[in-house]
């Protein structure tokens, strides 16, 4: 017996749901915890790497943008040439520039800004968890803010594979600092036409 | 002659036409209406709304809403300033030279007098009338469906999918505007469906309704008027006739013309920023799949109607499909006009869960009557989890979660139903909750408490002057007693620090002047925040940050 175009999208679309549902129930907090301990720790290992790698990539990005408008700031005009290396960094930014100086500044100023808040919102978090680690987290309960692991073992084995991340932390953070006050300094002297 | 004689023998009389009821039957009948599905549905939307209403405070949000009503009883009108504190979440830009309230509007406030008038100055009067609005939206729900296709099955379906929508009835038990904007969304919906061209109290309702929807919050209603015009053009352009819309458009401007004056909506509107509009577009698009219609489910809709974007002849002839068409068009016309105001926020799109649980429940009958086992399926992931929503997001590696989440949240799959009935059944005290209790038994009458965030539910449970939190300048007649610095940093619309943090930073000495108290609970950011993103239904086992009260210390506790 063939089976009709009918046949096969009803069995694709109990099948696709079946999929959802299975995947669904496999990632419900009590049963997950239940099936995959491990993952608990492996997951706080994948968030702090994530974590780290998104404020590398926010730090350098708040970096350039400060350096870009101190550049703007210090030769003090809008009438400079529309540069390539620019134009692929900040391609919005630079198209602008000439149009609208003023409405560059304030975007470019309101963006940094953003990023900076980013950072730190991110480094106070990961701040916390530290801290959690620290005074040795004994559970895994499904209740627990950020997932830690259940045996001591297992914390001693997270505390070792995220070492180098607390090491990292106040070198990140001292580079926040330095960015925020070299932005503060710019704001602070605007941008005069 | 008596009524019930007439209903009991099936008199007729020029003025009365009555059925024949069956005497004898009528008590087994009556069971069968209190069985009725729509009314076990009711009685668990009532449950689930009512239930331990007042088992947390208010958190900011609503503060500022009972605040100000509390003001309306003192003034008769919401006045920011009640002669201790001053309530202001922008800096002070919500009020005139007067203290008037000119920022929001103020249905929303008079509505919380009335129940404060009513029930007292407690939590649960100020949430109940929102609570009952929400109830109101789940009969509205099935009676607009039922009464319009006659598809009782429906009608049901979508009724008890927003009963089970965890994010609506978070929503809804707020002491804020929400529920009332989706009620009077539904209203609006409802009398178009009716023959508002020939008759008249449906056309006025379309005009009361839209009107109250401005006073409800205006972002609501320039959000849902103009996409919900055009789309009504679009499909059912018969019944535009030109007098007639002329007029009900005439009288809905009068109603909200006051308003217009009244409310700075000019003045807030420098601080739309053209920059945050993709990511506004990006963030409500994300909201819309991760919580209210799932991602399979609007690709389907987007390939069925596919024809319907170039050529009228896509636009489906059954007056249900139409319908779902209709609503559709209104939410993605919805978001795009709201990614043009400067904050995004699910909040501004709750008018909307009942329109998507329509939508939900034509999509899960139409599966039920394509293939059994599929229906049942679907109704049961739409109905009991959230996984159709994060499940197909998680394959595609979108993911939308903000850093404090935790397992136990509606950002990951989970049974929403099961988190809200234990945040029911075993409250815990939020944050908001243990300041209130702290500085009730700690501070002493006509001491001032300076905090970072969290000032106004202290302004309204607590009898002490509360400066700080996001009002803007700070100014103290002298060192305030107490000092709360919140972990979490609040900045301005400009991303620059907010002048409490600022003033903490730069004018105070918390290590000289001031006794550090570190308190064994979490300084979560906001207490019983509605938003999914962020609403906790259990505590967090280790917390993150913990609370650190800092009271100032007098001279002989100074150490030289």
């Not at chain 1, 391609?91 to 990023?115: C, D, H, M």
């Not at chain 1, 259940?150 to 914390?155: L, N, Q």
């Not at chain 2, 209203?187 to 056309?203: H, N, T």
Request: a positive charge.
């Amino acid at each position: 017996m063939s089976l009709n175009s009918v046949t096969i999208k009803k069995i694709l679309l109990t099948a696709g749901l079946l999929l959802v549902l299975g995947r669904g129930a496999l990632h419900l907090p009590e049963l997950h915890n239940y099936l995959f301990p491990a993952e608990c720790m492996e997951s706080v290992v994948k968030l702090v790497t994530k974590e780290f790698a998104g404020i590398k990539v926010d730090l350098g990005t708040l970096r350039q943008r400060v350096d870009y408008l101190e550049w703007f700031q210090t030769h003090n005009g809008p009438d400079l040439e529309v540069s390539a290396t620019r134009l692929r960094a900040f391609p919005f930014s630079e198209t602008i520039r000439l149009l609208a100086p003023g409405y560059f500044w304030q975007v470019n100023i309101i963006l940094a800004r953003k990023n900076q808040l980013r950072v730190e919102r991110k480094l106070r978090y990961l701040e916390g968890l530290f801290k959690n680690i620290d005074t040795n987290a004994p559970d895994c309960r499904p209740q627990a803010g950020p997932a830690v692991p259940a045996t001591t073992a297992a914390a001693s084995s997270l505390r070792k594979e995220i070492q180098p991340f607390i090491a990292q932390w106040p070198i990140y953070s001292a580079q926040l600092i330095g960015l925020t006050k070299q932005l503060d300094r710019l704001e602070n002297n605007g941008y005069k036409q | 002659m008596p009524l019930s004689f007439l209903l009991a023998h099936g008199r007729e009389s020029p003025y009365l036409k009555l059925p024949k009821i069956d005497i004898m039957a009528e008590p087994s009948t009556r069971v069968v209406r209190l069985c009725s599905p729509i009314i076990i549905l009711l009685a668990l939307g009532a449950f689930l709304l009512l239930f331990g209403l007042d088992n947390r405070p208010f958190w900011q949000d609503e503060a500022e809403t009972a605040g100000l009503a509390k003001n309306v009883l003192k003034y008769g009108v919401p006045r920011a300033y009640d002669g201790l504190n001053i309530i202001s979440q922008e800096r002070g830009g919500e009020y005139d030279a007067n203290f008037l309230w000119r920022w929001s509007p103020w249905l929303q406030i008079y509505v919380t007098a009335a129940a404060f008038r009513l029930g007292g100055l407690t939590t649960f009067a100020g949430r109940l009338p929102f609570a009952l609005a929400g109830l109101a939206c789940i009969f509205l729900v099935y009676q607009l469906v039922r009464r319009n296709f006659g598809d009782r099955p429906w009608a049901l379906c979508a009724a008890a999918l927003l009963t089970c929508s965890v994010p609506f009835l978070l929503y809804a038990r707020q002491c804020r505007y929400y529920s009332l904007g989706a009620l009077f969304t539904l209203m609006s919906l409802y009398a178009f469906k009716e023959d508002w061209q020939s008759k008249f109290r449906p056309a006025l309702l379309l005009c009361v309704s839209i009107g109250l929807l401005f006073y409800t919050n205006y972002l609501l209603f320039f959000t849902y008027v103009l996409p919900a015009l055009l789309a009504g053009i679009w499909l059912y352009p018969q019944e535009f006739r030109l007098k007639r819309t002329t007029i009900i458009t005439l009288v809905t401007l009068i109603i909200i013309v006051p308003g217009l004056l009244l409310f700075r909506i000019q003045e807030q509107s420098h601080i739309m920023k053209l920059v945050v509009i993709p990511n506004n577009i990006q963030n409500y698009f994300g909201d819309l799949i991760q919580y209210m219609i799932p991602l399979p489910l609007a690709l389907y809709m987007l390939w069925r109607w596919r024809r319907m974007f170039w050529s009228r002849t896509g636009i489906p002839a059954e007056p249900g499909e139409k319908f779902v068409l209709f609503l559709g068009l209104i939410i993605v016309g919805n978001i795009i006009v709201l990614s043009l105001a400067p904050q995004s926020e699910h909040r501004y799109l709750i008018h909307l869960y009942p329109l998507c649980a329509i939508i939900l429940g034509w999509v899960t009958l139409r599966t039920w009557r394509f293939d059994k086992i599929a229906g049942v399926l679907l109704a049961f992931l739409l109905l009991f989890t959230n996984w159709l929503y994060l499940v197909p997001m998680d394959w595609l590696q979108i993911i939308n979660r903000p850093n404090h989440t935790n397992r136990q949240m509606l950002t990951y799959p989970n049974i929403p139903l099961k988190l809200f009935l234990t945040e029911l059944l075993f409250p815990y005290p939020d944050v908001n909750g243990n300041f209130i209790r702290f500085f009730q038994s700690q501070a002493r009458p006509g001491d001032i408490i300076l905090t970072t965030y969290g000032d106004l539910p202290l302004q309204f449970y607590t009898p002490f002057q509360v400066i700080g939190g996001l009002q803007g300048r700070v100014s103290s007649p002298r060192l305030p007693e107490w000092v709360v610095s919140r972990h979490e940093i609040r900045y301005n619309r400009n991303y620059q620090l907010q002048d409490s943090e600022k003033f903490i930073r730069e004018q105070l000495s918390p290590a000289t002047d001031y006794q550090a108290l570190i308190l064994p609970w979490e300084d979560e950011p906001f207490g019983n925040r509605p938003d999914p993103y962020y609403h906790r239904f259990v505590p967090a086992a280790r917390p993150l940050a913990q609370v650190v009260i800092y009271k100032r210390l007098t001279r002989r506790h100074h150490v030289p």
